[in-house]
């Protein structure tokens, strides 16, 4: 059978008409997402702490002609998430895609591990995807259909000596996900985690050169990932091909853990 498919027409579809909202989305991987998220068609409400970083994005977004809507948030505090959610409901009347993206690392060994860090990163992290996952629950079970993409990390899947406070974040995350999943399922929404492996970002970039060297060993495909690569899974997640899917967590790490 000779089957030929446009491909670019195919993605600019993907998500047309839907509404996305994207945390952290002021650099690296968030900005990725919202970017193929716009490509892929998507009304996205960029949102991260600092309204002139994050509006940057959006403005390079809406200069190339997609609908692209910057807000200052900080997602670890619960009013700024109500205001987010409200303002996008307003602007748009619906919320169809909610990626959880904002994180920090506070990283220290457990024993010299200050308590105000480790709640932190809980705070964030953890607590931060909870405020916005309960807050879109509503409007998504009005609507019968939603789709929560959870940002968590390999760190949550292994451990990692140095990183206790975010590896227990990000696996909270991946619980998070697991019990939401069951919660809201019948109500026709999905809700998956990503795990990604190292990814080029300012994030990463603070690890010293040797380090990076030695971790390239553990990857077998020898590279390490890039913004794309985990925008790339957001986007099939958030799209109709991934509609049987749900309480998942998708690891985008080179074959990192296995
Ligand atoms: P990054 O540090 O480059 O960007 C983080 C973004 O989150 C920024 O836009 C920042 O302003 C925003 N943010 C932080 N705290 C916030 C808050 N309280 N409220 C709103 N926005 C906030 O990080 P990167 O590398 O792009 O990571 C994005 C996500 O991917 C994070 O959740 C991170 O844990 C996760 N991840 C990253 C990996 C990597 O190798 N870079 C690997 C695995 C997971």
Not at 253 to 258: A, R, S
Request: hydrophobic residues 45%; glycine residues 8%; charged residues 20%.
């Amino acid at each position: 059978m000779d089957v030929t498919i446009d491909q670019s027409v195919f993605r600019e579809n993907l998500l047309n008409g839907k509404t996305a909202i994207v945390t952290g989305a002021s650099r690296g991987i968030g900005a990725a997402i919202a970017q193929k998220l716009c490509e892929a068609g998507a009304n996205v409400v960029l949102c991260s702490r600092s309204a002139d970083a994050v509006g940057q994005i959006a403005d390079m977004l809406q200069d190339t002609g997609y609908t692209a809507l910057s807000m200052a948030a900080d997602i670890s505090e619960k009013a700024d998430v109500e205001t987010l959610i409200e303002k996008t409901i307003s602007q748009f009347s619906q919320i169809d895609i909610l990626v959880n993206n904002a994180g920090i690392t506070r990283d220290m060994l457990l024993m010299r591990l200050k308590d105000e860090d480790w709640d932190a990163v809980l705070q964030t992290n953890l607590t931060g995807t909870m405020y916005c996952t309960r807050a879109v629950l509503r409007p998504m079970i009005r609507q019968k259909s939603g789709r929560i993409i959870n940002i968590s990390s390999v760190i949550g899947l292994m451990g990692n000596a140095g990183q206790a406070s975010y590896a227990a974040a990000k696996a909270g995350i991946i619980g998070l996900t697991k019990a939401t999943a069951k919660e809201v399922g019948a109500r026709g929404i999905t809700v998956n985690a990503i795990a990604p492996g190292f990814i080029t970002t300012d994030m990463t970039a603070q690890i010293p050169e040797q380090s990076q060297q030695q971790l390239l060993e553990l990857i077998p495909l020898r590279a390490f990932g890039h913004p794309e690569d985990v925008a790339d899974a957001v986007c099939f997640l958030a799209s109709d091909a991934a509609r049987y899917i749900t309480g998942q967590t998708l690891q985008v790490d080179g074959g990192m853990v296995m």
